[in-house]
């Protein structure tokens, strides 16, 4: 399974977008790219996903360069709920390999008034 | 609504004795997934099961097990021989059909300690 790659932490200012970026250069043509959000002592959320193409929803839009090596999840107006561990999974499709997701460490998202 | 309970929230044992963790979710899902977190890290796959009748091995599956009686219902039995059995557990299920890359979706989890 293709890994992932993300900073450990970052901070954002309430109603600023917040940028969270992924490297994922090994990932392969079949492999999704998924974003989850964990808040302490919950469990994950999911937010968003894609293979190729850009993708938006209301939670969030997520932009995947054209080589496929890395991403970025965009959070347009970050509110102080938006804190949280935020997880960029590789996962294969299910047919191939059970649809499990690996998780990395995270970033924490640290939201500031 | 539907969704994924996982109960309890908190369970406390005592080393050596089997516990059960509870799943149910009413999302008629084929696939659910037990996985365990431990402090500041990410979470791990103990077991998972693709249809009913039918369970796999994750990848930490020692000490554990678990049956799939029923659609709705993925127990886990964390027995003595699991070395670390204390953490934070989580269920997750997903639609299964593999012509569908559908997100798995989460319960809140159970946190166990045992001393």
């Known amino acids: 399974d293709a890994k992932t790659t993300q900073p450990p932490s970052m901070d954002c200012a309430e109603g600023r977008a917040a940028n969270l970026p992924c490297n994922h250069s090994t990932i392969s043509g079949n492999e999704y790219v998924y974003w989850y959000r964990q808040i302490h002592s919950q469990g994950p959320q999911y937010i968003i996903h894609g293979l190729k193409n850009n993708e938006t929803n209301e939670m969030a839009s997520l932009i995947i360069t054209e080589d496929r090596k890395s991403s970025t999840l965009i959070l347009p107006h970050a509110t102080l709920r938006d804190t949280a561990v935020y997880y960029c999974i590789v996962r294969v499709p299910f047919h191939l390999d059970t649809g499990k997701l690996i998780f990395g460490q995270g970033t924490t998202l640290q939201v500031k008034p | 609504d539907g969704g994924i309970t996982q109960s309890p929230k908190y369970l406390f044992r005592k080393e050596g004795q089997n516990v059960t963790l509870s799943c149910e979710q009413n999302?008629?899902?084929?696939?659910m997934y037990w996985y365990r977190q431990d402090p500041g890290q990410g979470l791990r796959l103990i077991y998972y099961s693709q249809i009913v009748n039918d369970f796999q091995k994750g990848d930490i599956a020692e000490g554990y097990s678990v049956s799939r009686e029923k659609k709705e219902s993925f127990p886990l039995t964390v027995t003595s021989a699991q070395k670390n059995p204390t953490a934070f557990y989580l269920c997750?299920?997903?639609?299964?059909?593999?012509?569908?890359?559908?997100?798995?979706?989460f319960g809140n989890g159970t946190r166990l300690t045992v001393t």
């Open positions: 997750a299920s997903s639609i299964g059909d593999p012509m569908e890359n559908s997100p798995l979706h």
């Open positions: 999302l008629n899902h084929d696939a």
